[in-house]
């Protein structure tokens, strides 16, 4: 996991208030949960920020065998030019909703 990504999470699970009670197991569960759902909400974000002529190039990409993840982000840094400010905003978005802000 990328290091300000569990920063982030860290960061939500404080904001969340959750029990100090609450035993070390499950707030690492809880963390790991909450690093999947990131990390599938940033790659949907990305991906649909891809034009549809790129998503069916990405399907093919995607399904190579032994695909190497810097292989992937080379693609999304190709085809999303603003990709970090997509990731961004959806990390925004997830905190919102996690939080019951939005």
């Not at 290091?3 to 100090?20: H, N």
């Not at 990305?46 to 549809?52: F, G, I, K, Q, S």
């Not at 399907?59 to 030019?81: C, G, I, M, R, S």
Request: aromatic share 6%; glycine share 2%.
């Amino acid at each position: 996991m990328d290091a300000t990504l569990g920063q982030f999470i860290d960061q939500i699970m404080k904001e969340a208030e959750l029990p100090d009670s609450l035993d070390a197991e499950v707030k690492d569960q809880v963390k790991k949960d909450l690093t999947e759902r990131a990390m599938d909400v940033i790659n949907y974000a990305l991906v649909d920020a891809m034009t549809p002529e790129v998503q069916k190039e990405f399907e093919k990409l995607a399904e190579q065998e032994n695909l190497e993840a810097q292989t992937v982000t080379d693609f999304v840094k190709k085809h999303v030019p603003d990709s970090e400010q997509v990731a961004a905003r959806a990390l925004l978005e997830f905190r919102a909703a996690y939080l019951g802000l939005a």
